[in-house]
């Protein structure tokens, strides 16, 4: 409701000129008001108010009995117009991502309008399949959208969008990768020994658990044969990382041959063979 006001006419019923009171004719205000005599105003912006009432006066003009002044009261209504577009979309980043499955997300800001919204995903980016249409509403602010997907393939890409729908236009996100957790064995490399001591040394290497949880030692043969270092645990990630264990009690002056092992449920795997050499003892 944005406001509202009066008109009169000054008709004189049965007579066929218009007649000007002497003194004048005086409006005295409009407003929303509610049923009832004398009626309440309930004021400007009042939504669907029942009555709009009116007070205008005129005087000096006397009318004969059964004749008449006509005064009409009207109000202007509006409904506000609400700014519509097509959907404003943002690819975002999976969760809880295993080897045959991830949840795709998004945001999306419908624009206004009723919107619909689906996931583009394959193993390249002419994508070949979507998830099932979903709807995101029709309002004006920033919706989070998320897809499940099941039945992937262990260890591979798939490239992903958020693709979204109103009666104004089609948007789609940025495209976005995800690698399914891969069923293999670690991948491991045997590093250079570091802080070679006389009784001590740390060894090294680079591990990959290739996304299942994996344990790792060193192997390391010597004076008095073969022995291992303690077993830590390398977490699993689906990249390469850095590990290294300390390694005491050895004799001055000795050689030493050691390798990186790591084990996860798929199986074992032994890097290359490195060796080093401790400093000579105290004279």
């Given at each position: 409701m944005l406001g509202g006001g009066y008109s009169y006419d000054e008709t004189v019923a049965?007579?066929?000129s218009r007649l000007q009171p002497q003194q004048g004719y005086h409006?005295?205000?409009?407003?929303?008001s509610t049923p009832g005599s004398p009626p309440v105003a309930?004021?400007?912006?009042?939504?669907?108010?029942?009555?709009?009432t009116a007070l205008v006066q005129a005087g000096g003009q006397s009318l004969a009995s059964g004749k008449h002044m006509t005064t009409r009261a009207f109000a202007?209504?509006?409904?506000?117009a609400v700014a519509t577009a097509a959907p404003v979309v943002?690819?975002?980043?999976?969760?809880?991502?295993?080897?045959s499955s991830t949840t795709l997300a998004g945001t999306i800001t419908p624009g206004g309008l009723s919107t619909s919204y689906v996931f583009e995903y394959g193993t390249s980016l002419a994508f070949g399949a979507i998830t099932t249409p979903d709807g995101a509403g029709a309002g004006q602010s920033p919706v989070a959208v998320s897809a499940p997907l099941s039945g992937l393939i262990a260890g591979r890409t798939y490239f992903y969008r958020l693709v979204a729908t109103n009666s104004?236009?089609?948007t789609s996100g940025t495209v976005h990768g995800v690698t399914t957790i891969g069923s293999s064995v670690p991948d491991v490399q045997t590093s250079v020994a570091t802080q070679v001591g006389a009784t001590s040394a740390t060894l090294?290497?680079?591990?990959?658990?290739?996304?299942?949880?994996?344990?790792?030692?060193f192997e390391?043969?010597?004076?008095?044969?073969s022995r291992l270092t303690a077993i830590d645990n390398a977490g699993a990630e689906g990249a390469v990382e850095p590990v290294a264990l300390p390694l005491t009690g050895l004799a001055p002056a000795t050689t030493y041959l050691y390798r990186l092992v790591a084990t996860n449920a798929s199986g074992t795997s032994t890097g290359q063979i490195a060796s080093f050499t401790t400093s000579p003892g105290a004279a």
């Open positions: 049965g007579v066929g409006p005295r205000g409009s407003w929303p309930v004021g400007d912006a009042t939504a669907n108010p029942s009555m709009w202007l209504c509006a409904t506000q943002q690819t975002g980043d999976p969760s809880a991502t295993g080897a104004l236009g089609t090294t290497g680079l591990l990959n658990p290739n996304g299942q949880p994996t344990a790792f030692t390391v043969l010597g004076p008095g044969g």
